[in-house]
């Protein structure tokens, strides 16, 4: 933590605390338990390696779940042929997703703008076809890959209990979790989500360094200006290959820690539509900041997470106080977009901060802090006149 | 021989919609220099102007038909759409069944609205800004206009059947002197192929015939000093992108009998045209109609067994290879100018 600056150093402790202490800041806000919390964390890892490509180089791949899907195959089948131990499995799975990257971004990388989102595409959709189809051997198709009971697992004692083992970390259990009792709720922390809080941890404090580093610098000088470097006299294809690649490797390691936390994979992890999702999570918490694709990642997860609950009786039963014939019309509209609209309340979410607000929530955040400090700074001010 | 030639007959009909698409693609692309990801979606919308219509020509009063009777001898209750009691039962039923070809007309004026009011109402906003926000933007618009369908329509595929007189196939190798029973082809995938060769020449016939269509080339070339000549051509230009979306809604009605309907459709179709466009040439008409067929046929030449037991899982990929191919090639594609969008 030596070359970072102040703000950099508070800001990655804040980062630390908010993240350890997840289990019990969300309790409150239903958001507590283990299978959501690890997901935050996931998608959280996923999105800050996306924004080291998008952010910093501004090449907009639309083809990174392949790396996810990549990933996840690689820790299943470490899974089913090594061992239940999780640090094989998510070496693995960084690595392949790193060769897989660097093949897809040497051949990517010789086109800029559409035509790199459009060839990622192409690889990412090439990807999911052959994994439903010619490489079922490997990918197990339609069914997702999945645990056996007589699979080898060389590694491992013979396994006599009759039901398929959980992953773990040299014997600690990714499944176990300590349940308290705390003011009413239940706080769940859960070695799982431990595993995946101190590698988003990790990833965070990787990506920062990334970011104030000389190599940062030279990315963000080809997101501004690409030309001019050229003209200057410097290749930047390797330094925008290697951002490919290493956020590729952020995508492997999603991947991977999706695997752990339930041990399955399946092609559709690897369809656009998943690309899309870590495309928005970075947006709408802000392209290019730190802090922004985490926070993105979260607000997805959650609000997808609370709005998918909510049905009908619910919206009526928010509405009752309302006259019948304004309740009735309310609960109609808002009906298409909660439960199985929810994808409509993120596309127009996410139209929404394109148009108004391109640098997500982070701006959002800055313009409202921003605000303040003019409108109190001019209370004081007015205050002093009047004294 | 005739192998090649059922190949490349059944190639043409998804080459004949990726070139509809792909066609559109290029007229925003090459007017406005905006990459439309919503073009899909406003393929899938044509698609359902005919299920809404064929669903409108359905509705029905329940009538007590005095004539049948149940069998305790009480009259039937039955139903009859409104159309058979307008227009007489004989035409009124020929018009059920004619609904998606008539489909077209409805389709028309609604794709050119919704095209007008996207670009008007959206994207407008967006030429001044990178490029990547405009995928973004449209990639958004497009979740949102198929969650919206899906919302109405649910998620299940509808089947719209085609008229009766054009259900089934025919011996179309008998009629060009092959062999009897070597060519059997489907008559609505020869009208499909018809229809988007039809729609294809409009819009070229459009472009080169008349003085708005002048307009608009001289504007796709130079769009400064058409508008310092005194042409508002931003007006005209928003006309062309209702123009492409009507040809999207067209080649998205027409495709009804061909697969039923379902919500993402669109997405499925965008993805490959787009990498028809870019195969075909960044702004080049000619380019995204000849790269349409092509890849069409060269699918359905992939899908073939022979090739299959050779090269397994290549019809699933076929068409990104060459794309990726030609991306590396030959950048500005088949037929695509020099110096446009290269990089």
């Given at each position: 933590m030596k070359h970072l600056s102040q703000n950099d150093r508070l800001l990655l402790i804040f980062f630390t605390i908010m993240v350890l202490a997840g289990p019990i800041i969300l309790a409150p806000f239903g958001a507590g338990y283990p299978d959501l919390l690890q997901r935050?964390?996931?998608?959280?890892?996923?999105?800050?390696?996306?924004?080291?490509?998008?952010?910093?180089?501004?090449?907009?791949?639309?083809?990174?779940?392949?790396?996810?899907?990549?990933?996840?195959?690689?820790?299943?089948?470490?899974?089913?042929?090594?061992?239940?131990?999780?640090?094989?499995?998510?070496?693995?799975?960084?690595?392949?997703?790193?060769?897989?990257?660097?093949?897809?971004?040497?051949?990517?990388?010789?086109?800029?703008?559409?035509?790199?989102?459009?060839?990622?595409?192409?690889?990412?959709?090439?990807?999911?076809?052959?994994?439903?189809?010619?490489?079922?051997?490997?990918?197990?198709?339609?069914t997702g890959l999945q645990l056996n009971l007589n699979d080898p697992r060389i590694l491992d004692a013979a396994n006599e209990t009759g039901t398929i083992p959980s992953t773990n970390l040299f014997g600690l259990t990714m499944n176990s979790t300590a349940k308290f009792e705390l003011l009413g709720m239940t706080l769940q922390f859960n070695v799982g989500f431990y595993f995946c809080a101190i590698i988003l941890i990790a990833g965070f404090y990787t990506a920062m360094?990334?970011?104030?580093?000389?190599?940062?610098?030279?990315?963000?000088?080809?997101?501004?200006?690409?030309?001019?470097?050229?003209?200057?006299?410097?290749?930047?294809?390797?330094?925008?290959?290697?951002?490919?690649?290493?956020?590729?490797?952020?995508?492997?390691?999603?991947?991977?820690?999706?695997?752990?936390?339930?041990?399955?994979?399946?092609?559709?992890?690897?369809?656009?539509?998943?690309?899309?999702?870590?495309?928005?999570?970075?947006?709408?918490?802000?392209?290019?900041?730190?802090?922004?694709?985490?926070?993105?990642?979260?607000?997805?997860?959650?609000?997808?997470?609370?709005?998918?609950?909510?049905?009908?009786?619910?919206?009526?039963?928010?509405?009752?106080?309302?006259?019948?014939?304004?309740?009735?019309?309310?609960?109609?509209?808002?009906?298409?977009?909660?439960?199985?609209?929810?994808?409509?309340?993120?596309?127009?979410?996410?139209?929404?901060?394109?148009?108004?607000?391109?640098?997500?929530?982070?701006?959002?955040?800055?313009?409202?802090?921003?605000?303040?400090?003019?409108?109190?700074?001019?209370?004081?001010?007015?205050?002093?006149?009047?004294? | 021989?005739?192998?090649?030639?059922?190949?490349?007959?059944?190639?043409?009909?998804?080459?004949?919609?990726?070139?509809?698409?792909?066609?559109?693609?290029?007229?925003?692309?090459?007017?406005?220099g905006v990459v439309n990801f919503a073009h899909g979606a406003l393929f899938m919308i044509g698609a359902f102007c005919a299920v809404t219509l064929q669903k409108l020509l359905n509705l029905y009063s329940v009538?007590?038909?005095?004539?049948?009777?149940?069998?305790?001898?009480?009259?039937?209750?039955?139903?009859?759409?409104?159309?058979?009691?307008?227009?007489?039962?004989?035409?009124?039923?020929?018009?059920?069944?004619?609904?998606?070809?008539?489909?077209?007309?409805?389709?028309?004026?609604?794709?050119?609205?919704?095209?007008?009011?996207?670009?008007?109402?959206?994207?407008?906003?967006?030429?001044?800004?990178?490029?990547?926000?405009?995928?973004?933007?449209?990639?958004?618009?497009?979740?949102?206009?198929?969650?919206?369908?899906?919302?109405?329509?649910?998620?299940?595929?509808?089947?719209?059947?085609?008229?009766?007189?054009?259900?089934?196939?025919?011996?179309?190798?008998a009629m060009i002197g092959f062999a009897e029973n070597t060519i059997i082809y489907p008559y609505w995938r020869l009208i499909y192929f018809v229809f988007s060769a039809i729609v294809i020449g409009l819009v070229f016939a459009f472009l080169q015939f008349t003085t708005f269509g002048m307009v608009v080339r001289a504007g796709m070339a130079d769009r400064e000093t058409v508008g310092l000549l005194g042409i508002n051509i931003d007006r005209r230009f928003t006309l062309m992108f209702g123009i492409a979306a009507a040809v999207a809604g067209l080649a998205g009605v027409m495709y009804t009998p061909i697969n039923p309907p379902n919500y993402h459709m669109g997405m499925d179709f965008l993805v490959l045209s787009f990498v028809v466009v870019v195969v075909g040439g960044m702004g080049s008409l000619p380019g995204a109609v000849l790269a349409g067929f092509l890849l069409g046929v060269l699918e359905s030449f992939a899908s073939m067994n022979e090739v299959k037991t050779l090269l397994p899982g290549i019809d699933q990929i076929i068409i990104y290879l060459v794309a990726i191919a030609i991306l590396l090639t030959r950048p500005r594609g088949l037929m695509g100018r020099a110096g446009v969008m290269e990089d």
């Open positions: 935050f964390a996931i998608f959280g890892i996923f999105a800050i390696g996306f924004n080291i490509l998008f952010g910093l180089t501004g090449y907009l791949s639309f083809g990174h779940a392949a790396f996810l899907g990549v990933g996840s195959y690689s820790a299943v089948w470490m899974f089913k042929l090594l061992t239940m131990n999780v640090i094989p499995a998510l070496l693995l799975s960084v690595v392949v997703a790193g060769l897989f990257a660097l093949l897809i971004g040497f051949i990517s990388l010789r086109r800029s703008g559409i035509y790199f989102s459009i060839l990622t595409l192409a690889f990412a959709q090439m990807s999911y076809n052959l994994a439903y189809s010619v490489l079922t051997p490997i990918t197990n198709g339609e360094r990334i970011t104030r580093s000389p190599f940062g610098l030279m990315l963000l000088a080809i997101k501004t200006n690409q030309t001019r470097l050229n003209y200057t006299g410097i290749n930047t294809r390797p330094y925008t290959l290697a951002a490919f690649v290493i956020s590729g490797m952020y995508a492997g390691l999603a991947g991977g820690l999706m695997a752990i936390t339930d041990p399955l994979a399946g092609a559709e992890r690897m369809q656009w539509t998943a690309s899309g999702e870590v495309v928005l999570m970075t947006i709408l918490g802000g392209v290019g900041t730190l802090l922004g694709p985490v926070l993105g990642a979260g607000f997805i997860k959650y609000f997808e997470n609370i709005f998918s609950k909510i049905n009908d009786s619910v919206l009526e039963s928010w509405f009752a106080f309302l006259p019948e014939g304004v309740s009735d019309a309310l609960v109609f509209v808002l009906h298409f977009f909660v439960g199985k609209g929810w994808h409509l309340t993120l596309g127009v979410l996410f139209m929404l901060v394109v148009i108004f607000l391109p640098g997500g929530l982070i701006e959002g955040g800055t313009r409202i802090y921003n605000w303040l400090r003019v409108k109190l700074g001019k209370s004081d001010d007015s205050q002093k006149a009047a004294e | 021989m005739d192998a090649i030639l059922l190949q490349i007959l059944n190639g043409l009909d998804k080459g004949s919609a990726y070139a509809l698409i792909a066609l559109g693609l290029t007229l925003i692309f090459g007017t406005l009538v007590i038909d005095p004539t049948k009777t149940d069998f305790l001898g009480n009259p039937l209750k039955v139903k009859v759409p409104y159309v058979e009691s307008w227009f007489g039962e004989a035409l009124g039923q020929s018009i059920i069944n004619w609904s998606v070809p008539l489909a077209i007309i409805i389709a028309i004026p609604i794709m050119v609205a919704i095209g007008y009011i996207m670009e008007r109402g959206l994207i407008k906003h967006f030429y001044k800004r990178p490029h990547a926000d405009q995928i973004l933007v449209t990639f958004g618009l497009a979740i949102v206009l198929q969650e919206i369908i899906k919302a109405f329509y649910g998620a299940n595929p509808i089947p719209t059947p085609a008229p009766d007189l054009f259900k089934g196939s025919f011996d179309f190798g």
